[in-house]
């Protein structure tokens, strides 16, 4: 009798403990660059995410690791550096590409075997597979299946009722549907009702939701295009490439001209431009107000005043600026991320910024710190913990963050000529092309942040003493 009382006593014992701890609210968006309110850009009507970062922390300088999905998210969801993870295309899976990789524990595994309900709605992992990966939650996975281009009227609209034909999707939709038309709105419903419903003193919950937008194609519900003016939409600033850039680390802004309405064999027009950067504004938009929904149902739930909210996205975006349109570069526009960490235990009270410069590999160790668990039992983790910035907005765990990408990323494997490997310091951001078939350097990268925040002029030629200096810690973290 004592052996089974002390057995049940040990089996009950985590869940008890749980119980205690703060609930999180994981939200991820995708394909958001720093085009938002509490970035300084008040183009994008963001009133969900002001109303996030008000009662949080907002990090001015927090950078992704790869600037493209599944290696984005196959890095931070476990803790690794892409090199380490080994996922450096859509397709790779890290359980089968990483040392170990059956093994590994991710970040919502992490929480549900300490205890924690864990759930998964949206695109969280990366959407190629049946499954995104099933034993990091406590049920199944939903409204993450499909393309983006299968998220719209268009596509599924039968052929026989369309008005129009185009390949693979239009490019922008500005349709009279509820926000429910897109998966979007069907996934704010679904995590509103989950928060509602969950018991308040039940177990305590991990809730990931991944919102789809705004990834191309630019759709959004026409009300949500309607928040703009398209005269007052401005252009690309630069419109084109850096001057001196190496060719390398440009590219053909391929998957934009893969959607239908755009030209294959002409620039963009003005008109086009301010029109496809009216569609991102939209989508993001529409993508705030089910954020909107999400916040009230936590508001409504009883567990906001212990529910621990970080909104990020997997990386940034070009809508136009240095000729670009889409992400798969090292440049500041796909490198930074909005990262906004609200934590009830240290509410700000009217919001704050720092500029701590920070990674998306630092959440994983930085949520088991705030939710109080050990995370010495994953000793893999490659991050760093950000709970002294978060108690301490002027506070800095790092000098510099890491960014590495492929060129020309689309297509075959075969086709990649170089990597590009990038650091961001507090004033600069150096990156270094090396061969793939040689491992030499075949282009050099250095922009000024302080005189020239928007990356319009490689200077990598006459500041010879920063390039050294940056290569250094390139050569000591990449391990060249």
Known sequence: MRFLFITVLLLITPLAVASERPNVLFIVADDLNCAVGPYGDRVAVTPNLDRLAARGLVFDRAYCQQAVCNPSRS??????????????????????????????????????????????????????????????WSIDEVLFKGTHADDTVYTNTPPSLRNFSVTKAPVTEALDVPDTAYRDGQIANLAAGMLRDHPVKGQPFFLAVGFWRPHLPFVAPKKYWQLYQPEDIPLPKPSGPPADVPEIAMHGSREIHGYGGTPQDRPFTIDEIRH?????????????????????????????????????????????????????????LDARVPLIIADPQHAFEHGKHTTALVELIDLYPTLATLAGIDRKLNSRLEGNDLSTVIADAAATVKDAAFTQHQQ????????????????????????????????????????DHKADPLESKNIAATHPEIVASHAKQLAHQFKF
């Open 75 to 136: 890095s931070f969801l476990t803790g690794l550096r892409p090199d380490t993870v080994k996922v450096d295309d859509l397709r790779k899976y890290f359980r089968e590409t990483a040392a170990g990789g059956s093994t590994l524990v991710t970040l919502p595994q992490y929480f549900k075997n300490h205890g924690y309900f864990c759930q998964n709605i949206g695109k969280m992992f990366h959407n190629m597979g049946e499954t995104q990966d099933r034993r990091s």
């Open 276 to 332: 496809l950067r009216h569609g991102y504004y939209a989508s993001i938009s529409f993508m705030d107000a089910q954020l909107g929904e999400i916040l009230d149902a936590l508001d409504e739930s009883g567990h906001a005043e212990n529910t621990i909210v970080v909104f990020t996205s997997d990386h940034g975006f070009h809508i136009g600026e240095q000729s670009l349109w889409g992400k798969t570069t090292n440049f500041e």
């Open 408 to 447: 020309p990323f689309y297509g075959s494997p075969k086709n990649w000529q170089a990597w590009g490997y990038s650091i961001r310091t507090a004033n600069w951001r150096y990156t270094e092309w090396r061969s793939i078939g040689s491992g030499e350097v075949v282009g050099r990268e250095l922009y």
